[in-house]
Structures are given as C-alpha cells and as structure tokens.
C-alpha cells in the first residue's frame, strides 16, 4: 500500500518564477495538509484541504495557494517566489474526521530558489 | 493558541547509553500530543503519540513518551539507542480548538556515537 507520494522529490526554481507541488494521499485517507519546513527548524502548517476546499489556513500570504482534486490529491501552488520560500514542502494526509489520530506525511519536495 | 518548545536542541550520546528528549507544550484546551523522527532527506515518521488514557505511551523502535498535565510535559525516552537512532525528533500537538492541525517544535537532533 502506497503511503503518501509527493512530485517533484527536487525542484529549482529562479525569483520570481511560480511553482506548482503535488501530492497524492494514502489511500483510503482524504484530508491533506500542507507544511513548509525551512532548514534547521520544525514544521508549519500552510493550509489543510478537505472535500476539495480549504479548511484551515496557517500564517502564510496568498502567494501560497492550494487545491484538491475529486481523488483526494492535492496541489500546492506558489507565486512569485522569494528565496525565503527555499523550504522543504511535506504533504500530509489523514483519515476521514481522524486528523487528532496522527497524520501520514510523505518525503516531501526540496524546492530551492535562487 | 499552540506552542510546543524542545528545550534541546541537539543531543549527543553513546551508542547503548539512554536518551531523553525534553518537549513542553502550551494549550489552553484538551491536546494530543505526537512525536516524529526525521532522517535524513526524509519525510516525518509517527513514533507515537498521547490521544486519552494512559500518561506513559509506547511506540515503535523502543521509544516512549510520558504525558504530564500538571508540567505540560511529554518527554521522549529511550533506554538503549543505536547507531540508527541518529536523526531529528519533532515534538507536535494539536486539538480541536486548533482544527486538528499539528504545531510543531522546532526538533531535537540526536547524535548517536559508537
């Protein structure tokens, strides 16, 4: 059973530019979060998509942006980027109405902006 | 609002020797707390984590967790690591008045030596 699958593994990007992630989640789950974790410190919550919209939203600017799809995937879409937003990006996905219980996170997508 | 601290930020120790990695959180609500481990270039993996019922939790690869209300505590314990064991540890919590997301500390790195 394939657990959660993010695309790009790598991706570099120039200022300026806009980038797209995604994300495919465990089966049978179908909420998915976002987390950006820049280097040498935790992870923060970006935004969690539920029934294809956006639930929760965490302390970052509209340049982030998401989607879900009718499968549960996701996307994460970024504009405009700034070399702060050189992160790694984790998916993460949960159960139905389970997301207290723990949630699965995928190896996530180095994006690097130079 | 969440908060989690890891008073640690890095921690070396021989290999077979003990290991506590010391996570305080900040809730004014009813909380679930998690640990993760990150190796490296990798995603988050659950070790375990404290929903209801038991303080002392057990996870996988001999790791254990004890919830402490009145110290707003959930230190990660190990009686014997190995060489493997070498990676970063994420504290996190999350609750309902939250939304269900996870705040994360900013990780302890655990180094272990032969």
């Known amino acids: 059973d394939a657990g959660v699958t993010q695309s790009p593994t790598h991706l570099i990007k120039t200022r300026g530019q806009q980038v797209t992630l995604r994300c495919s989640p465990k089966s049978g789950h179908d909420t998915v979060s976002w987390y950006q974790q820049a280097l040498g410190q935790g992870p923060q919550f970006i935004f969690q998509?539920?029934?294809?919209?956006?639930?929760q939203r965490g302390n970052f600017p509209d340049r982030f942006s998401g989607h879900q799809f009718p499968n549960y995937s996701s996307e994460l879409n970024v504009n405009a980027l700034l070399l702060g937003d050189s992160a790694l990006y984790l998916c993460?996905?949960?159960?139905?109405?389970?997301?207290?219980?723990?949630?699965?996170f995928g190896s996530g997508t180095r994006l690097t902006v130079v | 609002a969440q908060s989690v601290t890891q008073l640690d930020s890095q921690v070396p120790v021989f290999e077979e020797a003990p290991v506590e990695l010391r996570c305080n959180y900040s809730s004014s609500v009813s909380v679930y707390l998690f640990w993760y481990v990150q190796y490296p270039n990798q995603g988050l993996q659950l070790l375990l984590k404290?929903?209801?019922?038991?303080?002392l939790v057990k996870g996988i690869n001999g790791f254990e967790a004890e919830f402490n209300k009145s110290q707003t505590s959930f230190h990660l314990r190990k009686p014997s690591v190995h060489i493997s064991d070498t990676a970063e540890y994420f504290c996190a919590v999350s609750g309902k008045a939250a939304g269900n997301k996870l705040t994360f500390g900013g990780g302890t790195r655990v180094l272990v030596k032969p």
């Open positions: 404290y929903l209801s019922g038991s303080t």
């Open positions: 993460a996905s949960s159960l139905p109405g389970q997301g207290n219980y723990g949630y699965t």
């Open positions: 998509y539920y029934e294809e919209e956006e639930r």
